[in-house]
């Protein structure tokens, strides 16, 4: 079985600050690994997501993850944040051999930009 | 192009009753997941449907059922409502898991159930 865990249920941080959201992951098989945004009232729109290949992926909106396989790790980061950044964000993964819309999700981390 | 789209917004429903939710999927998408989102429990899997037949589900009671429509539009039904059953309840679309494998599930904004 998968399981999510997001280290950190509330980040608060100033505007155009860095700020890293972390994710670790366990499983017993290949995964693939996402990290969807939640704004209030909405549904979850996809930042990134890490397949195959280079460990670092960009996403959007000027965020970034990287995939630490010997950690179990895929944190999300972002050099400098807006207001408009405030969210829910949601780290997933899905079984390598399955389909990708079934997800396992982390509690989620609230972000929270103050100005 | 229309995303994912579900109905309704909003449900107010009475312990006891049956709620019926609604998903279409994005145009071409064959596979819809359901999930729930309730406060507290963070986002849970529901169920799985393509090609009109369920393929997975996750753990839930057998209450909670559903179904796939020729056009891919599906129902989510939940009944004998309970208080726990209040939550925010999101449908996902995605291509069918075939070769090049999907790598993304769009999801609808949602409908908030509250049963009282």
């Known amino acids: 079985a998968q399981s999510v865990t997001q280290l950190d249920s509330q980040v608060p941080v100033f505007e155009e600050a860095p700020v890293e959201l972390r994710c670790n992951y366990s499983s017993s098989v290949s995964v693939y690994l996402f990290w969807y945004v939640q704004y209030p009232n909405q549904g979850l729109q996809l930042l990134l997501k890490?397949?195959?290949?280079?460990?670092l992926v960009k996403g959007i909106n000027g965020f970034e993850a990287e995939f630490n396989k010997s950690q179990t790790s895929f944190h999300l980061r972002k050099p400098s944040v807006h207001i408009s950044d405030t969210a829910e964000y949601f780290c997933?993964?899905?079984?390598?051999?399955?389909?990708?819309?079934?997800?396992?999700f982390g509690q989620g981390t609230t972000l929270q930009v103050k100005p | 192009e229309a995303g994912v789209t579900q109905s309704p917004t909003h449900l107010i429903k009475t312990r006891g009753q049956q709620a019926t939710l609604r998903c279409s999927p994005i145009s071409g998408h064959t596979s819809v997941y359901w999930y729930q989102q309730a406060l507290g429990l963070g986002l849970q899997f529901l169920l799985w449907?393509?090609?009109?037949?369920?393929?997975n589900r996750g753990n839930f009671p057998p209450r909670f059922s559903g179904r796939q429509f020729p056009n891919y539009s599906s129902e989510l039904n939940v009944n004998a409502l309970e208080l726990e059953d209040s939550a925010l309840y999101l449908c996902?679309?995605?291509?069918?898991?075939?070769?090049?494998?999907?790598?993304?599930?769009?999801f609808g904004q949602g409908t908030r159930l509250t049963v009282v």
């Open positions: 890490y397949l195959s290949g280079s460990t």
């Open positions: 449907y393509d090609e009109g037949e369920e393929r």
């Open positions: 996902a679309s995605s291509l069918e898991d075939r070769a090049p494998k999907n790598t993304e599930a769009f």
């Open positions: 997933a993964v899905s079984r390598y051999s399955s389909n990708t819309g079934k997800l396992i």
